[in-house]
């Protein structure tokens, strides 16, 4: 039976041409390549985005005298909320199912509201003038 079924499991794929998904080498080697050239967008965007950001502003922020504990100080902060993000992602996903975007949006704003209200400008004055502030 096993045989029969593999026989006509041939024929409508060969009827249809649904590619074989463990199939060729080269339909391997082309899924490989696109994950890689995804994962290295992925990277390049952030490493030009909110992960240079995490850098800049707190080194535009704090005076050279602190600027390495500044410095610090936010990148562990952001260290502890990648790693807790990595486990109440899961749960909130698991509880809500899709609902799970709309925590994922309000808390991506909330932080844009913040910075609207607060306006820190790090460039409008001299931060390693120590004399002036």
Do not use: N
């Not at 502890?80 to 949006?105: E, H, K, N, S």
């Amino acid at each position: 039976m096993s045989s029969s079924l593999d026989g006509v499991s041939g024929k409508l794929r060969a009827e249809t041409d649904v590619p074989d998904p463990c199939g060729t080498v080269q339909s391997c080697d082309c899924a490989v390549g696109l994950v890689l050239l995804m994962l290295g967008t992925w990277l390049f965007a952030e490493g030009f985005g909110p992960g240079a950001q995490m850098m800049i502003y707190p080194t535009l922020s704090y005076p050279a005298s602190i600027r390495g504990t500044g410095v610090g100080f936010g990148r562990s902060l952001c260290g502890i909320g990648q790693a807790l993000a990595l486990f109440v992602l899961p749960i909130l996903q698991a509880r809500l199912g899709t609902d799970m975007f709309r925590v994922v949006a309000v808390s991506a704003a909330t932080p844009i509201v913040f910075l609207l209200i607060v306006r820190h400008e790090p460039t409008a004055r001299d931060i390693d003038d120590e004399a002036a502030a």
